[in-house]
C-alpha cells in the first residue's frame, strides 16, 4: 500500500469518495489531474479561511490610505486585526490607517432592527475624525443574511462626504473559501477604484499585483526593479494606496506575483486599457532572475537589459557566500509545503537551489488552473462558483493604450515569456510528490508520520502541533517575525531561518513525557 492508500484508507467510503480526488500523488508525464475549489466537507478540519478573509484579510486590506470598516461584529474585525503581515509606511503624503480596527460593532438589536443606521454613523464618524480620501465597508456573515443594503449607504456617504465611499458584499459564508473573497475584491476596485486617476503614463511604468509585502517583501522586490530604472505605478495591494491604485490603468506592464488572488484584475486590465500582464516570480534567485530577464525582454531596450543583468549580477554577489554556506547546512533535506493558492509553487525553486526538496505539498482553496497550469481554463463552474459574481469589462474608448502590437506580443509569446500564462505548481514540483487540496489536519498529521520531512512550512493553525511531533516549522503565511523573504536579499533572510530551524537540536530531543517515564501510578484492585 503506498502512502496515499495508508492516509486515505482510513476514511469512511463517503468520505474516502470525496478526498480521493484531492490527494494526489504526481507521476511524471502524466495529466495529473486534481479535484480543488469545492465545499470543505462538514466537520474536517479544513485550514481555509471564509470570504471576508479573502476580501477584506487580503485584498483591500493593505490599502493603506482606506478606512476600512466592517460591518458586522466585533468579533469579525478583532480576529482580523494586524493578524497578517502586510506592511506599510505612510508618508508626508500618505495616510496610514492600518494600525487601526474600524467596525461597526453589531449587536442583537442590530441584527433584529437593521445595522443600516449604525453604519452611517461608523461613516460620519470616520469622516469626522480621519478625513480619508477613501472608505471601504466590508460585511460580515450577519450582515448578508439581515439583508442591509451597504451599497446603497455607500452611494449616500460618497455623495453626502464628497469621497470614495465602496462597499464590498464580501459575507464569510459566500463560496467555497477564501477565494472567492479576493474576486469580490478584484471586481469591487476594478468597477470603484483602477481607472478613476488622471495621472500620465510614464515610462517603463509597471504595477505589481498579487504582492501583499508580507515580512517587507515588496519593498524588497520594488527595491530590487526601481534599482533596475523601473517606475511602479501601483503595488497591488502591499504598502499600496487608494491614491496610487487609481491610475493603474497607466502602466505599460502589470506583473502578477499571487496569481490566485489577482488574476481577475490583471484579465480586466487587460481587456479594458490594453495592459499586458506577465507571470512572475520574486521568491528563489532563479525565479527572481528568469522575471527581471522576462520583464527586460517585454521592454526591449539594450540599456534596461544591460542594467537588469548588472543588477543581477551585484545583487547575487552580494549574497554568494552565505548561499553557499546555507547550502551546505541543508543538503538533501526534504520539506512539506501548505499555503494558502500560490506560495508552495513559489518557494520551490528557492528551496531546490538550498538543496532541499519538497515531497509533500498542497494548498487551501487553489483552483485547478494554480495547480495544472492555465490550459485547464475555462473550469466547469457549479452552484459555488456561480454564487460569486463576474463581472465584464468592456475597452475604455479614452484610456486604451497597447505597448506592443498583437504581432509583437505574439512573437514574444512565442519566445517564451509568460504573458496571460501561467503553468501551475506541476511546472516545478518533484515527480512522486504527494499533493493535498484543500488540507485538513487528519491528513497533515498523517502523511507527516509517514512522509517525514525535515521541515514543515505551513501557518500558525498547524506549526505547533507540527513542533511536538519533532518536526520544526516555518510559518510561510506570515514568516513568523522575520522577513522579507522575497527578493536576493529576502532569499538569504530565508536561507538563514530554514538552516537555523532544520539544524537546533530541539526538535530531536521532543519526546511525550509518558515515553520516558510513568504518568499515571496506581494499584490493581484487590491488591496490597
Ligand atoms: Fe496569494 Fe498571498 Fe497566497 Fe493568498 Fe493567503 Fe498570504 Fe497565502 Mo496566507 S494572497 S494566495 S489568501 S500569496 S494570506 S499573501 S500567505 S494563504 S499562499
Same mark, same amino acid.
Given at each position: ?12 467510503? &463517503? #468520505?474516502? /469518495?470525496?478526498? !480521493? *480526488?484531492? $490527494? ?93 443606521? &449604525? #453604519?452611517? /454613523?461608523?461613516? !460620519? *464618524?470616520? $469622516? ?401
Amino acid at each position: 500500500m503506498d502512502s496515499r492508500d495508508k492516509v486515505l484508507d482510513q476514511y469512511s467510503s &463517503k #468520505l474516502y /469518495k470525496n478526498r !480521493k *480526488e484531492h $490527494v494526489i500523488q504526481i507521476e511524471d508525464g502524466e495529466p495529473n489531474v486534481i479535484a480543488a475549489d469545492t465545499r470543505a466537507i462538514p466537520g474536517i478540519m479544513t485550514n481555509r479561511g471564509c470570504c471576508y478573509a479573502g476580501c477584506k484579510g487580503v485584498v483591500i486590506g493593505p490599502l493603506k490610505d482606506v478606512v476600512q470598516i466592517v460591518h458586522g461584529p466585533i468579533g469579525c474585525s478583532y480576529y482580523a486585526w494586524g493578524t497578517r503581515r502586510n506592511k506599510a509606511k505612510g508618508d508626508e503624503n500618505t495616510k496610514n490607517f492600518l494600525e487601526y480596527c474600524f467596525s461597526t460593532d453589531m449587536q442583537e438589536t442590530d441584527i433584529v432592527f437593521g445595522g443600516e443606521k &449604525k #453604519l452611517k /454613523k461608523a461613516i !460620519k *464618524e470616520a $469622516v469626522e475624525i480621519f478625513d480619508p480620501a477613501c472608505i471601504m465597508i466590508a460585511s460580515t456573515c450577519p450582515v448578508g443574511l439581515i439583508g442591509d443594503d451597504i451599497h446603497a449607504v455607500a452611494a449616500e456617504a460618497e455623495e453626502m462626504y464628497n469621497i470614495k465611499v465602496v462597499a464590498f458584499s464580501c459575507e464569510g459564508y459566500k463560496g467555497v473559501s477564501q477565494s472567492g473573497g479576493h474576486h469580490i475584491a478584484n471586481n469591487g476596485l476594478m468597477k470603484n477604484v483602477i481607472g478613476t486617476g488622471d495621472a500620465k503614463p510614464v515610462k517603463y511604468s509597471i504595477n505589481l499585483l498579487g504582492e501583499y509585502n508580507i515580512g517587507g517583501d515588496g519593498w524588497e522586490i520594488c527595491r530590487v526593479l526601481k534599482r533596475i530604472g523601473y517606475n511602479i505605478v501601483s503595488v497591488m495591494t502591499g504598502d499600496g494606496s487608494y491614491a496610487e491604485m487609481k491610475n493603474a490603468h497607466t502602466a505599460d506592464l502589470n506583473l502578477v506575483q499571487c496569481h490566485r488572488s489577482i488574476n481577475y484584475i490583471a484579465e480586466m486590465l487587460k481587456t479594458k486599457y490594453g495592459t499586458e500582464w506577465l507571470k512572475v516570480n520574486f521568491i528563489g534567485i532563479e525565479g527572481i532572475k528568469q522575471s527581471l530577464r522576462d520583464v527586460a525582454a517585454f521592454f526591449n531596450d539594450p540599456a534596461l537589459t544591460a542594467k537588469t543583468e548588472a543588477v543581477i549580477a551585484d545583487e547575487e554577489e552580494e549574497i554568494a557566500v552565505g548561499m553557499v554556506y546555507y547550502k551546505s547546512m541543508l543538503k538533501d533535506k526534504t520539506a512539506a509545503i501548505y499555503v494558502g493558492g500560490s506560495r508552495t509553487h513559489h518557494y520551490i525553486n528557492l528551496l531546490k537551489s538550498l538543496g532541499v526538496e519538497v515531497i509533500l505539498a498542497g494548498y487551501e482553496f487553489a483552483h485547478r488552473d494554480d495547480y495544472e497550469g492555465r490550459q485547464v481554463l475555462p473550469l466547469k463552474m457549479d452552484a459555488d462558483s456561480k454564487n460569486i459574481e463576474s463581472i465584464t469589462v468592456v475597452k475604455d474608448p479614452t484610456k486604451y493604450r497597447t505597448f506592443h502590437t498583437e504581432e509583437r506580443i505574439k512573437e514574444l509569446k512565442e519566445a517564451g515569456l509568460p504573458i496571460e500564462s501561467y503553468d501551475g505548481l506541476w511546472a516545478d514540483i518533484a515527480d512522486k510528490a504527494m499533493i493535498t487540496d484543500d488540507y485538513n489536519q487528519f491528513e497533515t498529521e498523517a502523511f507527516l508520520k509517514l512522509l517525514k520531512p525535515d521541515i514543515f512550512f505551513s501557518g500558525i493553525k498547524d506549526k505547533y502541533i507540527v513542533q511536538r511531533s519533532g518536526v520544526p516549522s516555518r510559518q510561510l503565511h506570515s514568516y513568523d517575525y522575520s522577513g522579507p523573504y522575497a527578493g536576493f536579499k529576502g532569499a538569504l533572510n530565508f536561507a538563514r531561518d530554514v538552516t537555523l530551524a532544520v539544524n537546533t537540536p530541539a526538535f530531536s530531543l521532543v519526546q511525550a513525557p509518558w515515553k520516558s517515564e510513568p504518568t499515571l501510578i496506581g494499584n490493581l484492585g484487590g491488591m496490597e
